[in-house]
């Protein structure tokens, strides 16, 4: 064992164990830890993603995907459906043996892995500069040195924090969520749903994404500015019963999603920031999969890179902005429409997405274009989001 | 289970039943009181400086807010800087 890892990668979820494999790879002496005793569990995650968002990264396999989706049903207020036929849209993943199977790829990649191994803090130089990090282990305090440390400590990251990079978020930048896993229900397998509306979902939407098999994970999320007092799971469980009279429940889980959230520095000296840790989750649609994928991917190449050949760590921010700032500001800039449509609105926009969508079969779709359109379908809609044309 | 008062009073109490450890407290405590360890949450209220932030935030309703009478602070409204 090295005495001093080039990489330290704090947390094994799929920001950090891509970070950890492509570190290895490219020939960084890797070190990736968990604080909890399993990788894989516990989630906090609806655990759909688009078939070029997993692509982009890796190869799919049937070990962990529930089931492939091929189309989607919006659900309007007032109980108007959409259904909108999209073959290979993407997966529903089955993020227990996903997780696991990453950091698999990260070990035989030749990264060290350790569990039960909680990341407290920096280990900084006396002039300031970090070393290390600070753990527990086994109940007992330990120091690992490391030139280089990869922060995937998902929503309650410290790491970066600590490092002075402004990961700390207002309540108004987190979607509330919870989940349910259920079973026995009357589902397509095959099919992702979403509900919105004021009174289902304020400020966020409900979702159904089947696993196969007659189970699903049926969640919401929604914005707690919208409403203070009545929870996300009290929504959640007015919507259940209504749309499953059948139901059992598998499990169930809460989360924090990070929404509403703008350039937020991906790197300072030796850190890097990565996954939902770097609060790179999409603001409209609380998706964060793919960018932790992405973001572990380039962050882990350019530390190979900054080990070998003494690149700094600029480069990472700069390649993973290079491709993913535009479509962030864009979501960012749709969730501020988003949390002023009134119901009102709401029909408009269903009114505009059943004629154009309907019954539809699509190959492709283009976020940008699609709102565009919905913007300039309505003179109401296009006030709301005039800016977004320009 | 009385916990450690500090010097402002505030108490943050976590109701380990509701708590999903989803971390989104820890995510928004401007001061570094909340630290989600392996099993648990855990709270140095020493540092709580009663922003409510962590209140506001809780999917599992899981957090309570004191101060020093014991009195819960609840969230009526919620104020712009916390958007």
Redesign the interface.
């Known amino acids: 064992m090295p005495k001093t890892y080039d990489v330290i990668v704090v947390g094994a979820g799929p920001a950090g164990s891509v970070s950890a494999k492509y570190a290895a790879v490219g020939g960084a002496k890797t070190l990736l830890l968990e604080k909890h005793p399993v990788i894989g569990y516990p989630l906090c995650c609806a655990e759909a993603i688009s078939k070029s968002g997993l692509e982009n990264v890796v190869k799919p396999d049937p070990k962990w995907i529930a089931t492939k989706i091929e189309k989607a049903k919006l659900f309007s207020p007032s109980g108007k459906e959409v259904t909108v036929y999209h073959p290979d849209a993407g997966y529903v993943l089955e993020r227990k043996i996903f997780d696991r199977w990453l950091a698999q790829q990260a070990a035989n990649a030749g990264a060290k892995v350790r569990v039960g191994v909680d990341v407290t803090g920096l280990l900084r130089d006396r002039d300031g500069k970090i070393i290390g990090v600070t753990a527990y282990e086994n109940g007992q305090q330990i120091e690992i040195l490391g030139k280089v440390v990869i922060a995937a400590d998902g929503i309650e990251s410290q790491i970066a924090l600590k490092a002075g990079i402004r990961t700390l978020l207002k309540p108004g930048q987190l979607q509330s969520a919870y989940q349910y896993l259920l079973a026995d229900i009357d589902i397509e397998p095959d099919t992702i749903e979403f509900y919105l509306g004021n009174s289902v979902a304020p400020g966020g939407y409900i979702w159904v994404f089947s696993k196969g098999d007659g189970i699903a994970n049926v969640g919401i999320g929604i914005s707690p500015m919208k409403s203070p007092k009545k929870k996300a799971v009290d929504y959640l469980d007015e919507f259940i019963p209504r749309r499953f009279p059948r139901h059992q429940i598998l499990e169930k889980m809460v989360g924090g999603v990070p929404s509403h959230v703008n350039d937020v520095p991906l790197y300072k000296d030796n850190i890097l920031v990565v996954g939902d840790a770097a609060r790179l989750v999409d603001s409209l649609t609380g998706a964060g999969i793919a960018n932790a994928l992405l973001s572990g991917k380039i962050a882990g190449m350019t530390v190979a890179e900054m080990v070998t050949n003494g690149i700094k760590a600029d480069v990472y921010q700069k390649e993973f902005f290079r491709l993913k700032q535009k479509e962030l500001k864009f979501y960012y800039y749709c969730r501020d429409i988003y949390l002023k449509l009134t119901d009102d609105d709401f029909k408009l926009i269903f009114k505009f997405i059943y004629d154009v969508f309907n019954g539809k079969t699509i190959t492709a779709i283009n976020p940008f274009d699609v709102v565009k359109k919905i913007l300039l379908s309505h003179p109401r809609l296009l006030k709301l989001g005039r800016h977004l044309l320009t | 289970m009385k916990a450690a008062m500090n010097k402002n009073g505030f108490v943050i109490d976590i109701d380990y039943g509701r708590c ?9 405590c ?1 001061e ?1 009181v909340l ?4 099993l648990i949450l855990v709270a140095d209220n020493n540092k709580c400086t009663g922003c409510k ?1 962590c209140v ?6 899981a957090l309570k807010l004191m101060d020093m009478t014991g009195s819960v602070l609840t ?4 104020d712009a ?3």
Do not use: F, M, W
Request: hydrophobic share 40%; aromatic share 0%.
């Open positions: 999903g450890n989803c971390g989104a407290c820890v995510a928004v401007p570094g630290h989600l360890g392996t932030r506001i935030i809780c999917p599992a309703d969230v009526e409204s919620v800087k916390d958007l």
